[in-house]
Nanobody, 120 residues
Framework: QLQLVESGGGLVQPGGSLRLSCAASGFPVDYYAIGWFRQAPGKQRELVAVITSGGNTNYADSVKGRFTISRDNAKNTVYLQMNSLKPEDTAVYVC??????????????WGQGTQVTVSS
């Protein structure tokens, strides 16, 4: 039952906020690097934010100061808090988890995505 399920997307006006959730099952999120990607029509998939197993975070320049990635280990969930949203943030947001297992094989898991639309 290795699975990632996103939620929290929706329609919001420019300047508004949303919090996306990525609930994991079958594996502990603190053992993986968890990333949020987004893909808009006509554009390639973009890495927005990542949190490592050690708790370090990194962000794309386009979202620095506006987005925050965090995790709740007890709930086995990773969040993406999005503030000061802009129309160019409109995209399908997808979370993923990556880890190198005991056989030195890279394992990657993807959620199905949640739509975020920023429009007036």
């Amino acid at each position: 039952q290795l699975q990632l399920v996103e939620s929290g997307g929706g329609l919001v006006q420019p300047g508004g906020s949303l919090r996306l959730s990525c609930a994991a099952s079958g594996f502990p999120v603190d053992y993986y690097a968890i990333g949020w990607f987004r893909q808009a029509p006509g554009k390639q998939r973009e890495l927005v934010a990542v949190i490592t197993s050690g708790g370090n975070t990194n962000y794309a320049d386009s979202v620095k100061g506006r987005f925050t990635i965090s995790r709740d280990n007890a709930k086995n969930t990773v969040y993406l808090q999005m503030n000061s949203l802009k129309p160019e943030d409109t995209a399908v947001y997808v979370c993923n988890a990556e880890v190198i297992n005991f056989r030195r094989t890279k394992l990657v898991y993807w959620g199905q995505g949640t739509q975020v639309t920023v429009s007036s």
